[in-house]
């Protein structure tokens, strides 16, 4: 399939339709995001792969919608019998993010009041990393505490990261080494420019999106296999 790239700009600009113009809300965009997550890593991250272990998962959710996206992602993973465990430092007092923080409680998925900077104990306890740290939404050029030593600490792990949107740190147009480097990239209605360069298993989850926005965007979408809500390109 070729790769459609869509430059930020636009991403934000079809977001801003998508609500102002097509009466999606917030908390439906995130809801379909995060559940088409937690589809993609059924997929990359069958739970028979991970059967002689226990399917435990770290999610850790930066401050901005991307950190939202990846509390719905563990709540769906939970549904689909993983053992998510979040990771969320700078809870942010917007209610929407509220509601899907007390969805995950609700679900008993434990919430970790530090992360280890010991990189064996994630190693030991965890067999998969969800990267939903920072998303086209934060600024990566100046990434402040506690996010800066997360990512220090997650570039060191040996388990498989998968990257909700775009990896942490990296350059929104562009790949910047100062990132993480992931081993499955999830792009959210449109690849980033930077996902050019990425070599991993790379899903896209965009099917939802009105013909009417494709067209004008001239996104130029795969076609989706059968009912599926992703794609891997």
Known sequence: ????????????????????????????????????????????????????????????????????????????????????????????????????TVQCEKMDIPFLSYLPTEVQLINDAYNLVIDAILGPETDHTDVKEPYAGILVTLKQVKIPIASVDMPSGWDVDQVTSDGINPDVLISLTAPKKCATSFSGKHFLAGRFLPYDIQKKYDLNLPEYPGTDCLIEL
Do not use: M
């Open 1 to 100: 399939t070729g790769k459609t790239i869509t430059i930020p700009n636009q991403t934000a600009a079809i977001e801003t339709e998508l609500l102002r113009d097509y009466r999606f809300g917030q908390q439906q965009l995130i809801e379909i995001w995060g559940h088409a997550c937690a589809i993609a890593i059924t997929k990359a991250f069958p739970l028979t792969s991970l059967a002689k272990k226990q399917p435990t998962v770290l999610v850790v959710c930066g401050p901005d919608q991307n950190g939202s996206i990846g509390l719905v992602c563990a709540r769906h993973l939970r549904i689909f019998e993983y053992e998510p465990t979040i990771y969320y430092p700078k809870r942010t007092p917007n209610t929407i993010h509220q509601d899907f």
